[in-house]
């Protein structure tokens, strides 16, 4: 015989409905909250005490990465404390409402056992890679495993597009030949600007692609007045000096075809014979004396026009030669031809025209005091 078990069923009772009913029978009632309107309260009490509304310091506006000054309408450069700065020495604001684009370093501390160092940091925002800012980078040292360095590839791969990718590579590249050659960071920043632009107009290949690559620093150093001829960024890039020259002038010419359009222009600085006057004289050891000696000779040529057909880089070699040769060092043409990559032949043509100034140029008691 088959016998089937019965459930018991549970009597149910809906224990809000008897709660209800009790406190009906004993006529309770439920207590409603009065509710006031706490902002039209403190409203009375600051008009009663006479407070007036605080004064919004910054705009309700949506934060924007500027460019100019709001005021003068000059350059903005960052300061070390990350604070945009007016370059303008007479205006000088600094301006603090500005989201911090810096990397995020998190400390996890006792959640991440498994590791050395704690510490995470994330990605800067940089405004020249869009894209690749949002995402994570993968970092692995020389003993890393095969599968993290798999991992940081393929991280790679996926965290940037192709365009920017290749653009990346450019940067590093400008970042580290610069670094390499001395050029301060504030150039390097600009040339990265200056080489997005000119990539975005038309695109080159191979020793065409390396002369823009290399031109952007040559840009950059012209509009801070800390000029480069194309033949020490070709040493800088390791490139020949036709592919330099090549890429500055096509670099020159992309950037007039943009600005024509726009009305934010590059100005450059007129490149003259002083800029290269120090640097060429601290190449051949010659003393603070004798450098501003030189400098002296060439801001009397800039004033009355003298040598006009030679460009600054070769006229600045022949005041170094001529001032050595008046004051009797031992300079001769070739160390001035290493120290300043001008011919020796050009060297002597500016020095034979700088002869026939010498009484113009140089004082009597600098020609006395190292007459011997």
Known sequence: ???????????????????????????????????????????TFNEDIGKKKLELVFSEE?????????????NLNLSDEKFLICTNKSCGIIYKDCL???????YYGSEDNNASDPTRCGMPINPLLKESSYACRVLTRYNSTYQMKKLK???????????????????????????????PKIIIDEALKQHKRISEMKTFRSCNRQGIIAAS??????????????KEIAEIFHLENSSATKGCKNAIHILNTIENRDDNKTYFYQTKPKAFIERFC????????????????????????MIPENNPQSVAAGIIYFVSQICNLNVTKKNVNLASNTSEVTINKCYKKLEL???????????EKYSY
Do not use: H
């Open 100 to 106: 911090d684009s810096t990397a995020e370093w998190r």
């Open 62 to 74: 949506k934060p924007s990465i500027r460019e100019n000054c709001e005021l003068c309408g000059s």
């Open 357 to 367: 100034f010498k009484d113009k140029l140089i004082p009597n008691k600098i020609i």
């Open 217 to 230: 620093i040559y840009v950059s150093c012209r509009k801070f007045n800390y000029p480069r001829t194309p």
């Open 282 to 305: 601290s190449k051949l050891n010659m003393n603070g004396e004798l450098t501003k000696l030189c400098l002296f000779v060439s801001m009397k040529i800039e004033k009355e026009q």
């Open 1 to 43: 015989m088959n016998c089937k078990k019965t459930k018991k069923k549970k009597n149910k009772f809906d224990k809000k409905k008897i709660w209800k009913t009790f406190n009906e029978d004993i006529g309770k009632k439920k207590k409603k909250k009065n509710k006031f309107d706490k902002k039209k309260i403190w409203k």
């Open 153 to 183: 590839r393929y991280t790679d791969w996926q965290s940037m597009p192709y365009k920017e990718k290749a653009r990346y590579d450019e940067f590093e590249k400008i970042k580290l030949m610069s670094n390499i050659a001395g050029i």
